[in-house]
């Protein structure tokens, strides 16, 4: 069984400032990770992706994210927030696919919010 | 390319009644998937088609049915409509293969 827990279901800071939203996983295989955004109205659009490369992740949009096992842990960061990232940002954790599509478990969501 | 189509964007349907809806993958893409999110349960993994055959699916009631043609557009029906079914229903399509799923943006289902 996969889960993904997203801790503070809202983020609040600055523009220019550091974005910092956390994920935590439990997995009974290896992982594979992904955080996904979702703005107003829209659909999903996958930020980054872990698959059992290399542990920093670089994605879209200057965000990156690392896996640290010991932690179980895949956070999403950014240098300096821009008003257009305020948006609804979720972590989710997938079995490897072996052959087939990622099934992922989605966490509840981080609302990014900011301020000018 | 065009991207993951879902019609209709917006549905309001009556309790009791049944509903269909649609998506039309990426061209290509020979798997389609279907989510369903909620305020109180969040995102949720309804079943996944692959060449016209259900590959996974997640733990919903019969209710909630499927089916992918050959071209690969996929449609989800919901049978006995409840209140709690009102959504947000995505789809995702992808390649099938090790490969990441794109979005459509999702069909906004009300019950009332």
């Known amino acids: 069984a996969q889960s993904v827990t997203q801790l503070g279901s809202h983020v609040s800071v600055s523009e220019g400032a550091l974005v910092l939203l956390r994920c935590n996983y439990s997995?009974?295989?290896?992982?594979?990770l992904f955080w996904y955004v979702q703005y107003p109205n829209q659909g999903l659009q996958l930020l980054l992706k872990?698959?059992?490369?290399?542990?920093l992740v670089k994605g879209i949009n200057g965000f990156e994210a690392e896996f640290k096992k010991s932690e179980t842990s895949f956070h999403l960061t950014k240098p300096s927030a821009h008003m257009s990232d305020a948006a609804e940002y979720f972590c989710?954790?997938?079995?490897?696919?072996?052959?087939?599509?990622?099934?992922?478990?989605f966490g509840r969501g981080t609302s990014l919010i900011v301020h000018p | 390319k065009a991207g993951v189509t879902q019609t209709p964007r917006y549905l309001i349907k009556t309790r009791g009644q049944q509903v269909t809806l649609s998506c039309s993958p990426i061209?290509?893409?020979?798997?389609v998937s279907w989510y369903q999110q909620t305020p109180g349960q969040g995102l949720q993994f309804l079943f996944e088609?692959?060449?016209?055959?259900?590959?996974n699916k997640g733990n919903f009631p019969g209710r909630f049915s499927g089916r992918q043609f050959s071209n690969s557009r996929s449609e989800m029906n919901v049978s006995t409509l409840e209140l709690g079914d009102s959504a947000l229903y995505l789809c995702?399509?992808?390649?099938?293969?090790?490969?990441?799923?794109?979005f459509g943006q999702g069909t906004r289902l009300t019950v009332v």
């Open positions: 995702a399509s992808s390649p099938g293969t090790d490969s990441e799923a794109f």
């Open positions: 997995s009974s295989v290896p992982p594979y």
């Open positions: 872990y698959t059992s490369a290399a542990t």
């Open positions: 989710a954790v997938s079995p490897p696919p072996s052959g087939g599509s990622y099934i992922p478990t």
């Open positions: 061209s290509g893409h020979r798997s």
């Open positions: 088609y692959f060449s016209e055959t259900q590959r």
